[in-house]
């Protein structure tokens, strides 16, 4: 029997494959865990329009993602911060790097993206690496300000 995955499954395939399983194993587990439905070509035809879908979707984030790299890439972000003489009073984190990015770019930014060792803690410039996909990132220039 053919079916259509709608989740991955271990062993079998990832969502959208069409597979030829026996049809003791597609009715008794697969179709009524919601794993499968059966390989109509009314449910092909539309598994086939949602995964196209999928594709422009990617396309358009990854078109996104490769402008908003450019935009970023060795730019430099202002914060001004409360400190001492050259130490911050409370450390900056990857949330409020995201904010000040967002503030001075109009780009939103997921704090998650922004790859930080540890919290900035001082007066100065800083080097923030800011991740979009595996392959994608920009480096930033962050500069701490004392706040007056």
């Known amino acids: 029997m053919k079916v259509i995955l709608t989740k991955d499954v271990a062993a079998l395939g990832r969502a959208g494959d ?4 026996s049809a003791g194993h597609a009715k008794n587990f697969l179709i009524p865990k919601h794993l499968a439905l059966p390989a109509t070509s009314s449910v092909l035809i539309k598994v086939q329009k949602e995964q196209q879908e999928k594709q422009l979707k990617l396309i358009k984030d990854i078109e996104r993602m490769v402008k908003i790299k450019s935009m970023l890439h060795n730019k430099t972000v202002t ?7 050259k130490v911050l009073f409370s450390g900056l984190h990857e949330k409020d790097i995201a904010h000040a990015i967002g503030e001075n770019f109009g780009v939103e930014i997921s704090p998650e993206s922004i790859i930080l060792p540890k919290a900035v803690k001082s007066i100065g410039l800083h080097e923030i690496k800011v991740r979009f ?7 930033v220039n962050l500069d701490v300000q004392a706040e007056n």
């Open 79 to 85: 914060i001004k911060a409360k400190s001492g003489k």
């Open 18 to 21: 069409v597979k030829e399983v």
């Open 133 to 139: 996909a595996k392959d994608h990132e920009a480096l």
